[in-house]
């Protein structure tokens, strides 16, 4: 079954506690991304990644680290968690390498709190 | 700056009735992608539709429809005959062309009473 799996779904950290939310897409997509969820604010963009070793911001990168090691990964880290990072975070990919002419498959989401 | 409004935050309406979520967007772009993704109560994001800018053709798939509008800057999608299980936040999107970080609309949440 064509998936994009996010772990962990739920999560609650302490603050400066660094933490790792994983992605993996199986359908080969070469384009990735990071969106947070907030009430009344939508989803806006973290950051992206093009292909393997090639990342770049979005919206609210501050805070947050990626990497893209390899095609089908793209693991979200916060190195030292703040309460304003409390969440609702979905990772997302897409076919082809120019995501404007392709859906974005999403990941179920993944609910941090930071105390 | 690319901005999306969805100015109705929530829209409450009977089963069977027809109901229309508005989308204005702002882009100096001539070529641009419009979106609408549907969220349930479950959380996840489903993809419904994709428009580039330019296609304003309409369109209808079952008893979901949209209307693009150049003239306006408007993406707005209607549901006929509403169901409960329509029940679901759904958004606005748009990405300029060349860009890879999409603006999304902070979404209009739809309950559909039996």
């Known amino acids: 079954e064509a998936q994009v799996t996010q772990n962990p779904r739920y999560l609650i950290t302490v603050t400066g506690k660094k933490l790792t939310v994983t992605c993996s897409q199986n359908m080969n997509h070469e384009y990735m991304s990071w969106y947070r969820q907030d009430p009344g604010l939508g989803l806006r963009q973290i950051y992206y990644?093009?292909?393997?070793?090639?990342?770049d911001k979005g919206d609210v990168p501050e805070g947050y680290k990626v990497s893209r090691k390899e095609k089908r990964n793209f693991p979200l880290i916060l190195e030292s968690p703040s309460p304003n990072q409390t969440s609702l975070y979905f990772c997302a990919s897409s076919l082809l390498g120019i995501p404007n002419t392709g859906e974005l498959f999403f990941g179920e989401g993944s609910r941090l709190t930071v105390l | 700056a690319q901005k999306v409004t969805q100015a109705q935050t929530e829209i409450s309406v009977v089963e069977k009735e027809d109901v229309t979520l508005d989308c204005v967007y702002e882009?100096?772009?001539?070529?641009?992608?419009l979106f609408w993704y549907k969220q349930p109560p479950s959380g996840e994001l489903v993809f419904l539709i994709r428009?580039?800018?330019?296609?304003?053709q309409n369109e209808i798939s079952g008893r979901y429809s949209w209307n693009f509008q150049k003239s306006t800057s408007s993406f707005n999608f209607t549901i006929t005959a509403s169901q409960v299980v329509d029940s679901a936040v759904y958004f606005c999107a748009l990405i300029p062309g060349g860009s890879y970080i999409p603006t999304f609309g902070r979404g209009t949440s739809l309950i559909v009473h039996p």
């Open positions: 990644s093009m292909n393997v070793e090639v990342t």
């Open positions: 882009t100096r772009d001539t070529t641009y992608y």
């Open positions: 428009r580039n800018s330019f296609d304003e």
